[in-house]
């Protein structure tokens, strides 16, 4: 056995959760999907957080691309091989996994279905740097990599506003993503997820407002 064969199966077992470990995550997913700001958190496992959210939503129908870094491919073929979901470049892909920040214009492009098939707007996956709530949220961290931008939500399964505080993407991004869902039912649903396992939903009917942050 090769030593590149070693390593990429440990990278798939890396991504593949236990079925115990699937349904909590999955709970949790619905959880943060349905109460837009509120956060919950998935058990990272060995990999990128993102891939663990990923990995639980992803099967042989769910076309998927994974945005990567340099030296992060072998990140997108370890997911491609642990749940069967077929690669598919992001502006057809049914989910988009983000390892690494998106711009703007590839939110932009990404598809959104339409008011009679809004079943076919993508899924979005974006790993950030950290999450928290803003009314708990500590100075930021110096040492904390990325901007920092904190969202205003509100809509279904919000009462009031509630807000959080995103490091890692940059305000650019948010932008289109309210853009991309401002013709609901159509859009895109997001989910936010830390390095440490933190995840926030943003389902496309809510409504984001952004209060400060990067260009």
């Known amino acids: 056995m090769t030593t590149t064969t070693v390593t990429g199966a440990a990278y798939v077992r890396a991504v593949t959760p236990t079925a115990e ?26 990999g990128p957080a993102a891939l663990t959210v990923a990995a639980g939503l992803a099967d042989v129908e769910v076309p998927t691309a994974v945005l990567t870094g340099p030296g992060e491919e072998h990140w997108a073929r370890a997911l491609h091989l642990a749940t069967s979901a077929p690669a598919a470049p992001p502006e057809t892909a049914r989910m988009v996994v983000a390892l690494r920040p998106p711009a703007a214009a590839e939110i932009t492009a990404l598809t959104r279905g339409d008011a009679l098939h809004p079943e076919f707007g993508t899924r979005l996956i974006a790993a950030v740097s950290a999450l928290s709530q803003e009314n708990e949220a500590e100075p930021r961290d110096e040492h904390m990599e990325g901007p920092e931008v904190v969202l205003a939500l509100s809509g279904p399964g919000v009462p009031g506003t509630r807000r959080i505080r995103v490091s890692g993407l940059d305000r650019a991004v948010f932008n289109a993503l309210a853009a991309a869902n401002a013709d609901f039912p159509a859009g895109i649903d997001t989910f936010l997820v830390a390095a440490d396992g933190t995840v926030a939903g943003l389902p496309r009917s809510t409504r984001i407002e952004i209060e400060n942050g990067d260009d």
Request: glycine share 8%.
């Open 21 to 46: 470990r699937a349904q909590a995550d999955f709970r949790v997913l619905l959880h943060v999907l349905s109460r837009p700001g509120l956060l919950d958190a998935v058990h990272p496992g060995n």
